[in-house]
């Protein structure tokens, strides 16, 4: 199949199908340990029939038949008539694809597999629907938004706002290098107008461009979504158009390889059901190890009181927890901003 793709899709599509094959291999392997903890015999052939390969390599290069050497052939039929015994499919240990045309590469022999369509499709709907806002960005990033001057009243440290920041840029910064080799939870909290979205962003779009598929939904809306997924599921006649978009959207939410909730708040509260659906979320997501970066302006230590323990516990069990302080930035005004060039 003939395509023009361009660069930063093909990017996306190879993440995307790379994210496939893990997972289906992850999936894959557990399959293949639990067959080999109920029936030791199985796992005792592969072994033979590893080191009969082994064998019989050797044997072809030095042209040495060995006694006692293991017959390939005679191991493949003994595990082959083991598994049709206990009812094990033969191929047990391949991973079972979402295509098995191109076994998730995306790549056939002559070109792009067929099923690359839908996934430039979701790939689509994931960038398009939910994605930070574009010009913010570590290059676009403004220290000097943030005062120099020491400021006891919200720092207790000696750091300046400006020189506290620079410090949570760097660990951003490194949190986006190091993604893909260890792709962590993180929890950005503060009081509001402290750049904590800014931040979250910046690590967002740095990651789009390198190819991650991420999702970037505020809290409010996430709520909302999850509310009407509550109101489908206990309608006798839900509409199939909405029950569709739904599905699509939580299939979404919950793949995605990175999914970033902007402004965790007290607005769920209240919503009882809201709260074990995100719970949900988040284990499942941990469980999958799909990263989550959220933003908030409670503490961990609120988070227990004002929202829900089970939350907290997630949070200050799984998430790496970045701080921010000091005064709104947003609200600053442009003599302050003189006063501090002036220092
Ligand atoms: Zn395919």
Same mark, same amino acid.
């Given at each position: 199949? /003939? ?5 930063? =899709? ?6 995307? @199908?790379? !994210? ?34 082994i064998?019989?390599?050797? %044997? ?8 006692? =050497? ?29 295509c098995?045309?191109c ?10 597999? *067929?099923?690359?369509? +839908?996934?430039?499709?979701?790939i ?37 706002? +400006? #020189? ?11 949190y986006?290098? %190091?993604?893909?080799?260890?792709? #962590? ?6 009081? &509001?107008?402290?750049?904590? =979205? ?27 979504? /999850?509310?009407?997924?509550? $109101?489908?599921?206990? *309608? @006798? ?10 599905? +699509? &959207? ?5 793949? =995605?390889e ?16 809201? @709260? ?6 988040l284990?499942?997501? @941990? ?7 959220m ?7 609120? !988070? ?13 069990? %799984? ?11 947003? $609200? ?12």
């Amino acid at each position: 199949m /003939m395509r023009n793709i361009d660069q930063q =899709t093909k990017k996306r599509l190879n993440r995307y @199908y790379e !994210l496939l094959r893990q997972k289906a291999e992850r999936i894959r392997d557990q399959k293949v340990n639990s067959i080999h903890q109920a029936y030791p015999e199985i796992k005792e052939l592969e072994n033979k029939r590893i080191q009969a390969g082994i064998a019989q390599v050797r %044997n072809k290069i030095s042209g040495f038949v060995g006694q006692n =050497t293991l017959d390939l052939a005679e191991v493949d039929q003994e595990l082959k008539s083991v598994l049709i015994a206990k009812n094990i499919p033969l191929d047990y240990s391949e991973p079972d694809y979402n295509c098995d045309i191109c076994r998730d590469s995306g790549w056939i022999a002559d070109g792009y597999c *067929s099923c690359v369509d +839908r996934v430039l499709i979701e790939i689509n709907q994931q960038t398009n629907l939910y994605l930070p806002a574009s010009d913010q960005t570590f290059a676009n990033f403004d220290l000097n938004l943030f005062s120099n001057r020491k400021n006891p009243v919200f720092f207790q440290g000696q750091l300046s706002p +400006r #020189e506290a920041m620079r410090g949570l840029r760097t660990i951003a910064k490194r949190y986006a290098e %190091n993604f893909r080799d260890n792709p #962590e939870n993180l929890y950005m909290f503060g009081t &509001t107008g402290t750049g904590k =979205t800014f931040l979250m962003s910046c690590i967002a779009n740095e990651l789009s461009n390198l190819g991650v598929n991420l999702v970037f939904i505020k809290a409010v809306k996430l709520f909302e979504l /999850m509310a009407q997924r509550r $109101t489908l599921l206990n *309608s @006798y006649s839900p509409d199939p158009e909405e029950q569709d978009f739904i599905n +699509r &959207t939580f299939e979404l939410i919950n793949n =995605t390889e990175l999914l970033c909730i902007d402004d965790i708040g007290l607005e769920a509260k209240g919503l009882l059901n809201t @709260y074990s659906d995100l719970i949900v979320l988040l284990d499942d997501r @941990y469980n999958a190890k799909l990263p989550v970066i959220m933003t908030g302006n409670l503490k961990p230590s609120e !988070l227990g009181e004002d929202y829900d323990e089970r939350i907290q516990s997630r949070i200050t069990g %799984n998430f790496q927890l970045l701080m921010f302080e000091g005064p709104d930035v947003r $609200t600053q005004t442009a003599k302050g901003r003189i006063e501090q060039d002036a220092d």
